[in-house]
T-cell receptor, first 116, second 114 residues
Framework: AQSVTQLDSQVPVFEEAPVELRCNYS??????LFWYVQYPNQGLQLLLK??????LVESINGFEAEFNKSQTSFHLRKPSVHISDTAEYFC??????????????FGKGTKLSVKP | GAGVSQSPSNKVTEKGKDVELRCDPI?????LYWYRQSLGQGLEFLIY????????KSGLPSDRFSAERTGGSVSTLTIQRTQQEDSAVYLC????????????FGNGTRLTVT
């Protein structure tokens, strides 16, 4: 069975500071990895994903995540955050070969609050 | 184009009543998922449809929960004899069904059982 652990439930940071949101997963098979974001009063939307190839993936708004197979991690980073990055971030994993990404297993989420 | 639509957006019901939650996926999306988001619990997978069939119902928490999908489109999640622990946000997502396509989520239905 797969599982996802997001160690930090809340991460407060000041604007323009760097941030890392941690995600570790457990699975007996190869996986796809995702980060979803939920802005206040909005639905969940995909931020970035790792399917194969380069282990470093980037989003259009400056976030990046690196797949580390040996450490079973997929931490999300941004070198300089903005107020508008305030949201809840969910790490998710699905089993390769599961069809339509299989069923996504989500972590409990990390609330990022960016303060001026 | 239109995204995933869920109704109602909010539902308050008394313990013991039945409720129906509706999801209208994006047109043409063959796969549909239901998740439950409880405070401090993250997202819990409930059920997955491919077309009208549900190959994976493993996440339904009890036999009070059921879901159906008709015409490969609209899905209804039904909770019978609601309990207070059923209070949560119920999220629906759809996807075209190909491996590289992301899930498109609706805004959810916030269910409160009093």
């Amino acid at each position: 069975a797969q599982s996802v652990t997001q160690l930090d439930s809340q991460v407060p940071v000041f604007e323009e500071a760097p941030v890392e949101l941690r995600c570790n997963y457990s699975s007996s098979v190869s996986v796809y990895l995702f980060w979803y974001v939920q802005y206040p009063n909005q639905g969940l939307q995909l931020l970035l994903k790792y399917l194969s190839g380069s282990t470093l993936v980037e989003s259009i708004n400056g976030f990046e995540a690196e797949f580390n197979k040996s450490q079973t991690s997929f931490h999300l980073r941004k070198p300089s955050v903005h107020i508008s990055d305030t949201a809840e971030y969910f790490c998710a994993v699905s089993e390769k070969g599961g069809g339509s990404q299989g069923n996504l297993i989500f972590g409990k989420g990390t609330k990022l609050s960016v303060k001026p | 184009g239109a995204g995933v639509s869920q109704s109602p957006s909010n539902k308050v019901t008394e313990k013991g009543k039945d409720v129906e939650l509706r999801c209208d996926p994006i047109s043409g999306h063959t796969a549909l998922y239901w998740y439950r988001q409880s405070l401090g619990q993250g997202l819990e997978f409930l059920i997955y449809f491919q077309g009208n069939s549900a190959p994976d119902k493993s996440g339904l928490p009890s036999d009070r929960f059921s879901a159906e999908r008709t015409g490969g489109s609209v899905s209804t999640l039904t909770i019978q004899r609601t309990q207070q622990e059923d209070s949560a946000v119920y999220l629906c997502a759809s996807t075209p069904g190909t491996v590289n396509s992301p899930l498109h989520f609706g805004n959810g239905t916030r269910l409160t059982v009093t």
